[in-house]
């Protein structure tokens, strides 16, 4: 695989000074990863002044099987992982990580869900105990991630994010959910999840006096790490070495008041990336015009229209299907004839819906098992959240109907506001990742969320 050849600002980016703390911001397809994956080449070569060892951190397996494939040449000196892997290995080699020790998500919300059962009983009965459970399992997510440790704590702080604040005797019973869980976790031996495994690593970090392992750590999309993992890998770092935190700020769900010196990073300045070198001229327009609807306003800003070498493409289709058989067959029509000849990519909301969408096709799934990266044409099927940071020639995404997005379960569980910008940062994400041909198929109403300003799409009904 040979990378593209930095240009303007990119070539900078990889040459910061191999000391001290550098944030790089872009919106889609400007680099990032690319630039990060140089940066961390550089970082670790033997003729950079200052290298060492640099460990690329990002937040899932398909990335990292993504990144291994970009990187150049394996290093010695170069580790690409999880967050969560080098949480685990770094307890591990602390004795502080027992086999199995950590809860996986089924796990984890079948103990919240007991833990809310059992804090309801004492309670009389009250409508919050009947949000949904996703609601209670993001909520503690966030409170981990953002590294609050006590009721005290959680009371006074101000929930980013929110658009109604939750009131303070609520935040009592979710603390007292939160206790209840994490009690009942303990109990079967699952000492972390891996939302709180960061508070133990920094923690142990802050208190570990011995040389660390990495001399720098260069960090690809940072938006989507919890503060709390950001802090945990800046104090991962050799002190006389260097953080580099390459992201999407303004897609990050932790608030976007949330400050770099918050996080552990101490940053003179931003270096930013406006060019988008992957979408189509066509493309792009979708997801400029996506993300200047009410919903998402002000939360993705300067998207810029690709420069050149990006080509002008097709213009994305809309196709309205009689019903959700007619969009599996329009999909895979579609996935069959572009499959053959460049990766397309059939991405929806949720799993069970991209798997219906490519029932009976040869794909390959998009999940986190995925330990080879395949350049060559074909169908990759996977949900919206598990393409975040790949590219594909095409994308498909069906089921775009409002009865399925936003996604009925995160209406109920954070209501319609709220719900509408959580789903567009993802159909932002499944847009963004197409580099030529875009088709959105749909049966019942258009979803709200979708832009429908004339001339975005060419519009077709099946
Ligand atoms: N200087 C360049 N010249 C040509 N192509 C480039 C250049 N920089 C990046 N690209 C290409 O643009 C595409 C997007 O790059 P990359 O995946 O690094 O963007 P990103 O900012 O990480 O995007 P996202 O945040 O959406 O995942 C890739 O195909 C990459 O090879």
């Known amino acids: 695989m040979s990378l593209p ?3 303007g600002k990119q070539s900078r980016v990889i040459y910061l000074p191999a000391r001290g703390h550098q944030v790089v911001l872009g919106t889609a397809g400007t680099g990032k990863t690319v630039m990060a994956i140089f940066r961390a080449a550089h970082l670790s070569n033997p003729a950079t002044p200052g290298f060492g060892r640099t460990l690329l951190a990002t937040y899932n397996r398909t990335l990292v099987t993504y990144l291994n494939y970009l ?19 770094y307890l591990h080699s602390r004795s502080k990580m027992r086999q199995r020790g950590i809860a996986d998500a089924f796990q984890r ?9 059992e804090v309801a009983s004492g309670y009389k009965p009250h409508t919050f105990f009947d949000r949904d ?23 006074a702080v101000k929930r980013r994010g929110r658009q ?18 994490r009690h009942a976790r303990t109990d079967k031996g699952l000492e972390y999840d891996w939302h709180d495994l960061a508070s133990t690593v920094l923690t142990e970090l802050r208190s570990d006096s011995s040389e660390r392992r990495y001399r720098h750590v260069v960090i690809d999309e940072g938006q989507d790490l919890s503060p709390q993992e950001l802090r945990s890998l800046a104090a991962a770092a050799d002190p006389d070495g260097s953080v580099t935190f390459f992201g999407d700020y303004a897609q990050q769900i932790y608030g976007q008041d949330m400050s770099w010196r918050s996080c552990g990073l101490t940053v003179r300045a931003v270096e930013e990336f406006k060019d988008n070198y992957r979408n189509s001229t066509q493309i792009a327009r979708v997801a ?21 070498p990006t080509a002008a493409g097709p213009p994305p289709t809309l196709v309205q299907c009689a ?6 067959a329009v999909t895979q029509v579609r996935a069959k004839v572009l499959g053959a000849v460049g990766k397309v990519a059939v991405l929806a909301r949720t799993w069970d819906d991209a798997r219906r969408a490519c029932r009976g096709l040869p794909y390959i799934s998009l999940n986190t098992e995925m330990g080879v990266w395949h350049e060559r044409p074909g169908i990759y099927c996977g949900a919206y959240h598990s393409a975040k940071g790949l590219e594909f020639d095409a994308v498909i995404l069906p089921f775009c109907g409002g009865a399925r997005m936003p996604h009925p379960e995160t209406v109920a569980a954070f209501g319609p506001d709220e719900a509408a910008t959580r789903e ?39």
């Open 5 to 7: 050849t930095p240009q």
């Open 424 to 462: 567009s940062k993802l159909l932002y994400v499944g847009i963004t990742r197409a580099r030529s041909d875009l088709l959105i198929t749909y049966s019942g109403e258009l979803s709200s969320l979708l832009p429908t300003t004339a001339g975005l799409f060419a519009t077709v009904r099946a």
């Open 109 to 117: 919300r079948a103990l919240i869900q007991q833990a809310l059962t």
């Open 323 to 328: 019903d959700e058989e007619r969009e599996i």
């Open 164 to 181: 109604t604040a939750l009131h303070d005797s609520l935040r009592e019973v979710v603390w007292k959910v939160r206790e209840q869980y």
């Open 288 to 308: 400029i015009a996506l993300s200047e609807m009410p919903q998402l306003r002000g939360a993705i800003t300067d998207l810029v229209e690709p420069v050149a």
């Open 71 to 89: 990187s150049p040449a394996q290093q010695a000196n170069l580790t690409i992982e999880t967050f969560g892997r080098f949480g685990r290995g």
């Open 133 to 155: 459970i996703g609601w209670f399992e993001d909520e503690l997510a966030w409170i981990d991630g953002s590294g609050i440790l006590t009721k005290t704590d959680y009371r």
